[in-house]
């Protein structure tokens, strides 16, 4: 259901779960703007069961376990059969599915100990903050030498850019050459975009520079019963109140492309009076944000509809500035 909001204060509809304790989209919106937040979720995730058992399984066999400890580090370079040197995360339900992977594990006597000692030396990688923050509190606990890298990368291609340069330089030897590498886990959702194997594999890369990934999707993702009715609902009671504020505008703010057709739907973009974008004659009422390239690129592909802003960073600051320079530009603001 969406969450309550002062009508006073001009609207912002985030299409998304409010996190909790603290959603960091609800303290910038409400504290840091003038923006008033409702949350309307969008998705409902299922976990892919079987192949989270398949990454529990690389933990249990010593699959992920470093090589010799008694080895010098030139010697591991090149006798190095650790069957994946690091794990990609660009999603926080895929650190949720790791997190109940581990916290199985630690119940484990057995399989606690080879859990730590595969810490050592693995390198996490993952984009922005919030998902950084979700998977320092899972590497502290459960992986206390593993290394997270990745929480100033701003999307995939930076943090894909980024590895080629760390991971590369973790197998570069004393002369100078990059050494045999194991490949990296990425733990993705069943709709991801393809920008970091892609970078990582490129054949613009000489073999030895590049990094092989193997994707496990450990969750699928689906629009969850009731939003676009619950959408639609919040929509209709803004159109009432702007009957008697003629200067409000509406902001709603998308995370993904699952549900973009329902908000659009709902809006009345797609058909129904509304489907030129306009209402009172010609005036935009409504205006829509997207938190980054993959999700306008779709609206853009799919339904031929050009989102208002684009977040330059998937934040609640990129989502904010976006809109404020929006505003500002067309003396709405």
């Known amino acids: 259901m969406p969450s309550e909001r002062d009508n006073s204060k001009p609207p912002i509809i985030l299409l998304k779960t409010k996190s909790t304790p603290h959603d960091n989209y609800e303290e910038y919106f409400h504290h840091q703007t003038s923006y008033n937040p409702t949350f309307i979720p969008v998705l409902s995730h299922n976990f892919h069961t079987e192949n989270l058992h398949s990454i529990r399984g690389f933990f249990t066999s010593g699959a992920l376990l470093p090589p010799s400890s008694s080895k010098n580090q030139e010697q591991q370079n090149h006798d190095h059969d650790r069957k994946y040197g690091g794990l990609i995360f660009t999603s926080q339900r895929a650190v949720e599915g790791f997190g109940k992977v581990l916290a199985e594990l630690d119940d484990d006597s057995e ?20 998902t950084h923050r979700s998977l320092t509190n899972i590497v502290t606990t459960y992986l206390p030498y593993a290394s997270i890298h990745g929480a100033d990368a701003g999307n995939g291609e930076a943090l894909a850019k980024f590895m080629l340069q760390h991971y590369n330089a973790l197998y570069t030897t004393s002369s100078g050459n990059v050494s045999t590498k194991p490949p990296l886990l990425f733990l993705v959702g069943e709709q991801r975009r393809d920008i970091i194997p892609r970078t990582l594999t490129s054949p613009d890369l000489s073999p030895e520079q590049r990094i092989s990934v193997d994707e496990v999707v450990v969750y699928e993702t689906g629009v969850m019963e009731g939003f676009e009715e619950g959408f639609r609902g919040v929509v209709e009671r803004e159109r009432e109140i702007m009957k008697g504020d003629a200067g409000r505008v509406v902001w709603v703010v998308v995370f993904s492309p699952t549900g973009c057709e329902g908000m659009l739907r709902g809006l009345g973009f797609l058909d129904g009076p509304n489907k030129d ?25 799919e339904f031929g509809f050009e989102a208002d802003v684009c977040a330059e960073r998937p934040s609640p600051e990129g989502v904010g500035e976006g809109i404020e320079r929006f505003m500002r530009e067309r003396g709405l603001s």
């Open 111 to 130: 399989a606690k100990n080879t859990l730590k000692t595969s810490s050592r030396d693995l390198q996490i990688y993952t984009v922005g903050p919030a």
């Open 277 to 301: 974008q306009s209402e009172d004659g010609g005036r935009r009422r409504f205006f829509v944000a997207t938190i980054g390239p993959t999700t306008r690129d779709y609206l853009r592909k």
